[in-house]
């Protein structure tokens, strides 16, 4: 079916999570400007959909892979020998073969198509990036409450009598909540903030916990220990809604603030204090996303700690409070079409081939497949093909080398992108995908003050021959002719999304505001039965779930691998711990080629402290070298430009991650150069018990000049 231009400019913003509304400003088709964007990836919207660089038509490799040696080919051709390439390796290794993968980039796009090709293709083979970040907090939460807790999702800041941002530098992150907490803090709203370093939610703070990185479950049990022991927790919550409570409160005796202070280097004042605060302060929200709960092997230990403090102080699903968002979808069971992570699988006899099958239950729940083992996979056979939508898998994910070989290795590699990345140079066909304002698409938000659905037409043509990521699934899947057509086309696909809410997406685009509203509710856990979607019913600080897949069912502090506790030898070389930051002018691997964003960044930049640079003989803006212990690349080295910040943390540097430069040599694309991920080892743990990734931050690290 042909898809109409909508008529009034507006559309979603999908470069981050924040989904802003935008309109385009559109003159004789062309995209000429944006209005209602919050950061600067929404206003260079028009700059990526007409940069020059933009693929826009399918390619096909004609030389060795990553010989950079291209042909451009019609659709036709591109359907055809895909899907007779996917038919093969279907017949010759099983379906089970095929990995789809996307990253953040194109956002719920790149999910989309990936489900539907869990369908077409029969594959439960797939990862989105966000492994590593959301899901450790989500599993933990399930594990806890049966539900999401701590995502930003539905927040309501201006209900909030505090707010403690736990690793989460939201200004960069999430711009649009960045204003929304600035504007509750000066109506009065208390903040915490959990950060090593000054981010500038630290200077609006009460109470700023400049925290040893990796350190943040000691910290969360310090202040389980002070809010029991002196009573401070919601007595009525915790008696008629939560099981547990004597054995969380028996095992954080021994966790005391004087425990956790030489920990995290802290005061234990502060923790006292923090504690404090934050239990006296109801509705408290508390929001970690993907600071502290993730990309560690402690990151499910730590979102537990955070679920248990919420429980504990009664902020379950309250105004103000932490809200959990999944219920909202539940309620009008949109969830199970809009969400499809657990209602589309691949066909049943798949499910034992998934990857991590019986390690990971909790992953496999939210048909996740494990990562290490796919890669791994592409070097011994268990992978054989991959698709992947907007993912720039080589930068993105860890062991950037092994990635990079791996991929050579397929019999076939699909990448759809809007530029040819490290990840596109080895595959055997690039395809040219749609922007945000050139698809028709619905979103899910849950930004205060309600939840809605809404849905919008593209807002131009697509460039060049650009086709929706969605629509090279379903045109592949009914080539291969492999048995049931699940969906028509997008409209079709759109169409099914919408069918619990009785409505198509056409009619929906003629709504007003074109959306559907969730009447928003509180303490839904009342009137449901069971209240939480946990074994017990109840909110579990004694998780059964974990305690049955043998993780610690109580919240539990392990020293990470390096720390200067529990490997000192190594942090005699390595001397400081290296931890990640964000840029305002990037979403993760994006926006490398786009001039007005990269003026913003033009380098690779290593935060630094002064004092232990200065006895380095580094000077602020000198390019040093970094280096981790991790054996199997202790040659190899990444490099930064420093920039001395003197509130750092003095054993902390700072860097971004996802750096590649599109402007240096392909195939590589200077994706070791600067990327912490070069430097990683997938090949050996320890992995986090829950989802499997390695240490990807707070990790021992040495600098040296130039
Ligand atoms: S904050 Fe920026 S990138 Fe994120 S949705 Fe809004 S405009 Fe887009």
Redesign the pocket.
């Given at each position: 079916m042909e898809s109409k231009i909508s008529p009034d400019g507006k559309f979603?913003?999908?470069?981050?999570?924040?989904?802003?509304h935008?309109t385009g400003q559109v003159s004789d088709g062309k995209l000429v400007g944006?209005e209602?964007?919050?950061?600067?990836?929404?206003?260079t919207?028009p700059d990526l959909v007409y940069h020059p660089d933009r693929v826009l038509y399918p390619q096909k490799r004609v030389g060795e892979k990553g010989s950079g040696k291209w042909e451009r080919i019609s659709w036709e051709q591109a359907i055809e020998e895909i899907a007779a390439k996917m038919n093969e390796v279907t017949d010759k290794y099983g379906s089970e073969t095929i990995y789809l993968s996307t990253g953040s980039g194109q956002k719920q796009i790149g999910n989309q198509a990936c489900e539907i090709g869990k369908k077409f293709f029969d594959t439960p083979q797939t990862h989105w990036g966000r492994y590593t970040c959301i899901i450790p907090q989500a599993t933990a939460d399930f594990g806890t409450a049966g539900e999401t807790l701590a995502y930003e999702y539905c927040a309501e800041y201006s209900k909030s009598k505090l707010i403690m941002l736990w690793g989460a530098n939201v200004d960069l992150t999430?711009?649009?909540q960045a204003r929304d907490i600035r504007e509750a803090v000066r109506g009065g709203t208390k903040l915490i903030v959990v950060d090593p370093r000054a981010i500038p939610m630290a200077k609006k703070a009460n109470l700023w916990l400049k925290i040893k990185p990796g350190t943040d479950t000691a910290l969360g049990l310090g202040m389980i220990n002070v809010i029991i022991n002196e009573e401070l927790y919601d007595k009525d919550f915790v008696k008629n809604w939560t099981v547990g409570f004597e054995r969380l409160k028996a095992h954080v005796q021994e966790f005391t603030p004087a425990w956790a202070a030489p920990i995290t280097d802290l005061s234990e004042a502060d923790i006292i204090a923090a504690a404090r605060l934050y239990a006296k302060t109801p509705p408290a929200t508390l929001y970690a996303r993907t600071g502290a709960a993730a990309q560690q092997i402690n990151s499910s230990q730590n979102a537990r700690t955070m679920a248990c403090l919420i429980g504990l102080c009664g902020n379950v699903d309250v105004p103000g409070g932490n809200i959990p968002y999944l219920r909202t979808f539940n309620a009008k069971y949109f969830y199970h079409s809009y969400t499809t992570r657990m209602s589309l699988r691949a066909s049943p006899n798949k499910e034992n081939k998934f990857f991590g099958f019986g390690k990971y239950p909790m992953m496999h729940m939210i048909s996740m497949c494990d990562m290490p083992t796919c890669i791994r996979g592409m070097h011994d056979g268990r992978t054989r093909a991959a698709w992947i939508v907007a993912n720039n898998l080589v930068v993105s994910d860890q062991d950037s080398r092994m990635v990079f070989e791996g991929l050579k290795k397929l019999k076939l590699v699909v990448v759809s992108d809007y530029f040819m990345t490290p990840t596109a140079e080895v595959a055997d066909y690039v395809l040219p995908a749609c922007s945000y304002a050139e698809i028709d698409n619905i979103v899910g938000t849950f930004q205060e003050p309600y939840d809605y659905a809404i849905a919008h037409r593209k807002i131009i043509e697509p460039q060049g021959e650009c086709w929706d990521d969605r629509k090279m699934v379903i045109e592949v899947g009914k080539k291969m002719g492999r048995g049931e057509v699940f969906w028509e086309d997008v409209e079709d696909w759109l169409d099914w999304r919408l069918k619990y809410l009785g409505k198509t997406f056409d009619e929906m685009c003629n709504m007003p505001d074109h959306k559907i509203d969730f009447p928003r509710s509180y303490r839904r856990y009342e009137k449901s039965v069971p209240g939480f979607g946990t074994p017990s019913g109840k909110f579990e600080f004694y998780s059964e779930i974990l305690d049955v897949i043998g993780t610690e069912p109580l919240p539990t502090f392990r020293e990470n691998p390096e720390s200067p506790v529990s490997s000192p030898e190594i942090f005699k070389e390595y001397p400081f711990i290296y931890m990640q930051v964000r840029l305002a002018g990037f979403?993760h691997t994006e926006g490398r080629q786009i001039e007005r964003q990269r003026k913003m960044h033009p380098d690779p930049i290593l935060e630094m402290h002064p004092d232990p640079a200065g006895k380095l003989g580094i000077s602020d803006g000198d390019w040093v070298k970094l280096q981790i212990a991790e054996q199997k690349y202790k040659d190899k080295h990444i490099s930064f430009r420093v920039k001395l910040v003197d509130t750092m943390h003095p054993e902390t540097v700072g860097a971004a991650h996802g750096w590649w430069f599109p402007e240096k040599p392909a195939p590589e694309h200077g994706a070791f150069d600067s990327n912490i991920n070069a430097l990683l080892s997938m090949e050996h743990g320890p992995y986090e018990p829950l989802v499997g990734n390695i240490q990807q931050r707070a990790i021992a690290c040495k600098v040296t000049k130039a």
């Open positions: 979603l913003c999908l470069r981050c999570h924040q989904k802003c935008l944006i209602g964007a919050t950061c600067i990836k929404g206003r919207i999430c711009p649009a979403q």
